[in-house]
């Protein structure tokens, strides 16, 4: 059993979809899934969140697990304070993936927002439940104008903690990628010091689930389980190949 840390250069970047491609990926190979979201902000009541989403598209198959959900769309600590809520604790999320890596073959935890995205008061964040797993942490990463920044500094936070980078995703990769976006394909993979390991075609979120069950090997590396070979998404779209 493994367990894969999925961070990203930010919020709103495809960690979700990506997670979601993994997850369906690993479920056509006929391993067993499960996601852990420690964190869900922004979802009130019994609205679905990331890790319901994860399962709606990779399939039923796949164990969701949120630890805590806040209502505010913020980060966790500040998104818990403001609901007087208790924040999550990296030690429990860290403790929830073992637990659920003694049952499932993969373990993906998605974390909210970017990498130092604070859980609690002190500062906790998805790099201590990384390093407290002793897991390898994807990244996911926006594909145009001003990823390479965001990247760089992701990988360089993680190499500071001795946290070992699975690679590097791009979360929607546009239909018609501009100069910066077709430019990054070789760039980001030498700001994040690790390989490109998968495109995530924009509009793949909103695939019929059977689609994107059958789709999401063909945009994720070997080493996530794929078989994406380094092409870019065909201009069909997502559907299309
Ligand atoms: N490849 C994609 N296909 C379809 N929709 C996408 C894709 N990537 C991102 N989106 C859309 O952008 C929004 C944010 O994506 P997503 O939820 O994956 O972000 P996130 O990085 O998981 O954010 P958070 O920090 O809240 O977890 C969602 O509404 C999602 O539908
Ligand atoms: C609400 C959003 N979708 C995420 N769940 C939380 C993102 C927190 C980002 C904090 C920040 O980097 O400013
Ligand atoms: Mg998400």
């Not at 990331?50 to 949120?66: H, I, K, Q």
């Not at 073992?98 to 993906?108: F, M, S």
Request: charged share 20%; glycine share 12%.
């Amino acid at each position: 059993m493994s367990v894969l840390v999925v961070t990203g250069t930010g919020t709103e970047v495809g960690k979700t979809v990506t997670v979601a491609a993994l997850a369906a990926a690993a479920v056509v190979a006929g391993r067993s899934v499960a996601v852990l979201k420690p964190a869900q902000t922004g979802v009130a009541g019994d609205e679905p969140g990331d890790a319901a989403e994860v399962r709606r598209l990779a399939g039923a198959e796949v164990t969701a697990v949120e630890l805590a959900r806040y209502p505010d769309p913020l980060a966790p600590e500040t998104a818990a304070r403001r609901a007087g809520l208790p924040p999550v604790d990296p030690g429990e999320a860290a403790e929830a993936a073992r637990t659920l890596a003694k049952e499932h073959d993969l373990v993906l935890v998605e974390g909210a927002g970017g990498l130092l995205v604070r859980f609690d008061g002190r500062g906790a964040t998805l790099a201590d439940v990384a390093e407290l797993l002793g897991a390898p942490v994807l990244v996911v990463a926006a594909a145009g104008l001003g990823t390479l920044n965001a990247t760089a500094l992701t990988a360089q936070a993680l190499r500071s903690r001795r946290l070992e980078c699975a690679g590097v995703v791009v979360g929607s990769w546009p239909r018609e990628p501009d100069l910066a976006a077709r430019c990054n394909l070789t760039d980001l993979p030498v700001a994040a010091g690790v390989p490109l390991a998968g495109l995530l075609p924009a509009g793949a979120g909103a695939l019929p689930p059977a689609v994107f069950r059958a789709r999401a090997a063909h945009w994720l590396a070997p080493e996530l389980g794929g078989a994406w070979a380094g092409a870019e998404p065909s201009a069909a779209g997502p559907a299309g190949r």
